[in-house]
């Protein structure tokens, strides 16, 4: 099993930006990629970003795509999410999570991961 805390959540205005960490421990090497999930209050959890482990290789999510960029530390064995232009409809609580070894849906499907923080309000006010 992975534990998974998220850190730096917070208030900012639209436009600007914030960075959201999630240190894992446990087996993390078991996964095969960390990923980033939202949800707005009321609304559907939704993929933000993934990256694996391995390669490095990164998925986005349309709505975020050239705003916000994902990376890793496989020493330190953390995630970050590097979020710029924020808009008030990125407000939402973050999830850090981590697929299980092998895939059967793809880094964007909440159901191909095992492990869950606990998540970190994010609030983009106009």
């Known amino acids: 099993q992975v534990q998974l805390v998220e850190s730096g959540g917070g208030l900012v205005q639209a436009g600007g930006s914030l960075r959201l960490s999630c240190a894992a421990s446990?087996?993390?090497?078991?996964?095969?990629?960390m990923g980033w999930f939202r949800q707005p209050s009321g609304e559907e959890r939704e993929f933000v970003a993934a990256?694996?482990?391995?390669?490095?290789?990164?998925y986005y999510a349309d709505s975020v795509e050239g705003r916000f960029t994902i990376s890793r530390d496989n020493a330190e064995n953390t995630v970050a999410l590097q979020m710029n232009s924020l808009k008030p409809e990125d407000t939402a609580v973050y999830y850090c999570?981590?697929?299980?070894?092998?895939?059967?849906?793809?880094?964007?499907?909440?159901?191909?991961?095992?492990?869950w923080g606990q998540g970190t309000q994010v609030t983009v006010s106009s």
């Open positions: 999570a981590a697929t299980r070894p092998i895939l059967y849906r793809g880094v964007s499907d909440a159901r191909d991961y095992n492990d």
């Open positions: 446990g087996r993390t090497f078991s996964g095969y990629a």
């Open positions: 990256i694996t482990w391995s390669t490095g290789r990164r």
